[in-house]
């Protein structure tokens, strides 16, 4: 099976603009999370999709939003964007089927947008 | 909510020696604790979880130790090579409305001296 995929893989813009980046999960996995991977600040959770719902939310201003659609591929947006959000935005993709099993928990990651804010 | 707190920051270890890596966690309802490595430029890998029914996980060189009591685990990795240098990070998790969020470490940067 093919990995998570993620586009585009680097990208450039300028404070004030927005950025939409998109994530393909691996094919079957219904549930795609984000994250935003900073030197300082680490991996920090910002949301969770699954069946086109946010599941779950990290500690985010709403500039952070994201969707999901019927064929699990997702989308996140950033909006009035700001030198603080260049960072490395991960997707990860895992099955959590209904109900949610143990072994559906494991969350593979794609290998991420590197956005930088000039 | 939940705060994983990882040690060392940096680890720097001989080849062939074994290696080390302790996180702590607050919340108690925590019940799944993967271990992700990441390699320069590349995304973070799994290379062994544990859930809270388990006290230790064994895969070849890594095993991984949980103490619910104390809310701590572990990562060792064995007979070190010189692959083994990355960024390793501990993650723990709770099953929330049927979703998982996963609240890093901060990283443990292991070098491995040939």
């Given at each position: ?118 | ?99 998982q969020k996963l609240v ?11």
């Amino acid at each position: 099976k093919a990995g998570v995929t993620q586009t585009p893989r680097y990208l450039i813009k300028t404070r004030g603009q927005q950025v939409t980046l998109s994530c393909s999960p691996i094919s079957g996995h219904r549930s795609v999370s984000w994250y935003q991977q900073t030197p300082g600040q680490g991996l920090q959770f910002l949301f969770e999709y699954f069946s086109e719902t946010q599941r779950n939310k990290g500690n985010f201003p709403g500039r952070f939003s994201g969707r999901q659609f019927s064929n699990s591929r997702s989308e996140m947006n950033v909006s009035t964007l700001e030198l603080g959000d260049s960072a490395l935005y991960l997707c990860a993709s895992s099955l959590r089927g209904l109900p949610p099993t143990e072994s559906q928990e494991t969350q593979y990651f794609g290998p991420g947008t590197r956005l930088l804010v000039l | 909510g939940e705060n994983v707190e990882q040690h060392p920051s940096t680890l720097s270890v001989q080849e062939g020696d074994s290696a080390v890596i302790k996180c702590t966690y607050s919340d108690s309802a925590s019940n799944y604790f993967p271990w992700y490595k990441q390699e320069l430029g590349k995304r973070p890998q799994l290379i062994i979880d544990i859930r809270s029914n388990v006290g230790e996980k064994k895969d070849q060189r890594i095993a991984v130790t949980l103490n619910k009591t104390a809310k701590h685990f572990s990562l060792h990795i064995t007979e070190t090579q010189p692959e083994d240098s990355a960024v390793y990070f501990c993650a723990a998790s709770k099953r929330h409305q049927g979703a998982q969020k996963l609240v890093f470490g901060q990283g443990t940067r292991l070098t491995i001296n040939p």
